[in-house]
């Protein structure tokens, strides 16, 4: 049972190129997220989405798109990076919005733009 | 609006002392509570959650709705433990999860 799958691991970008971090879970789960984790700052949420079909801004979405392609996958869109944007981002999923439902979450992709 | 308040940036203890992690929320409601653990470039995971009311890891978390905290502890750090922690709170109304800044914990010999 894989859980949540995030490509790439790491990737290095220039500024102003764009690029698409990939998420997937196989656990049936309708809400799936994506973080962003700054030294200082925690984990800060970009994007959520309760279920299929439903995509939410969160607290840093500035530079950033998502696509909630299937109940199964969530991507990422950088549509031209920025030094800002160097950070690890994280994808989660949740069984649903409503519950005392846990997050799981992926390995993680370390991206540094330059 | 909801917030996750965690105070100390770095824990520094000595394996066999006691450890206490501090988390404020604000939330008008009543909240899910969560602690979950990131070791050394490894991803998030579930350390508790506070309507289990269990222990893992030897590690404790109360929820106070009066003092709106939900502290992690632990009577005797063990080496292992030395992590990253970061409080959670989610929202029943908002679906959303929302993380405190994090806790470094470093427990020394």
């Known amino acids: 049972n894989a859980g949540v799958t995030q490509t790439p691991k790491f990737q290095v970008l220039k500024t102003g190129q764009s690029m698409t971090l990939q998420c997937a879970q196989d656990?049936?789960?309708?809400?799936m997220y994506w973080y962003r984790q700054d030294p200082g700052m925690g984990l800060r949420l970009i994007y959520y989405?309760?279920?299929?079909?439903?995509?939410d801004k969160g607290e840093v979405p500035n530079g950033y798109n998502v696509s909630r392609l299937n109940k199964r996958e969530f991507s990422l869109r950088l549509e031209s990076a920025a030094p800002s944007q160097t950070s690890v981002y994280f994808c989660?999923?949740?069984?649903?919005?409503?519950?005392?439902?846990?997050?799981?979450f992926g390995q993680g992709t370390r991206l540094t733009v330059v | 609006a909801q917030r996750v308040t965690q105070p100390e940036k770095l824990l520094s203890v000595f394996k066999g002392a006691p450890v206490e992690l501090k988390c404020n929320y604000s939330?008008?409601?009543?909240?899910?509570l969560f602690w979950y653990v990131q070791y050394s470039r490894q991803r998030l995971q579930l350390l508790l959650r506070?309507?289990s009311r269990e222990s893992i890891k030897g590690f404790t978390a109360d929820l106070n709705k009066g003092e709106t905290s939900f502290h992690l502890k632990k009577p005797f750090a063990q080496e292992e433990d030395s992590a990253m922690y970061y409080c959670?709170?989610?929202?029943?109304?908002?679906?959303?999860?929302?993380f405190g800044a994090g806790t470094q914990v470093v427990v020394t010999p």
């Open positions: 989660a999923s949740s069984e649903g919005p409503v519950g005392n439902t846990e997050a799981f």
């Open positions: 506070h309507i």
């Open positions: 989405s309760a279920s299929e079909g439903t995509t």
């Open positions: 939330y008008s409601g009543s909240p899910e």
């Open positions: 959670a709170l989610k929202a029943p109304d908002w679906g959303k999860f929302q």
């Open positions: 656990m049936n789960h309708n809400s």
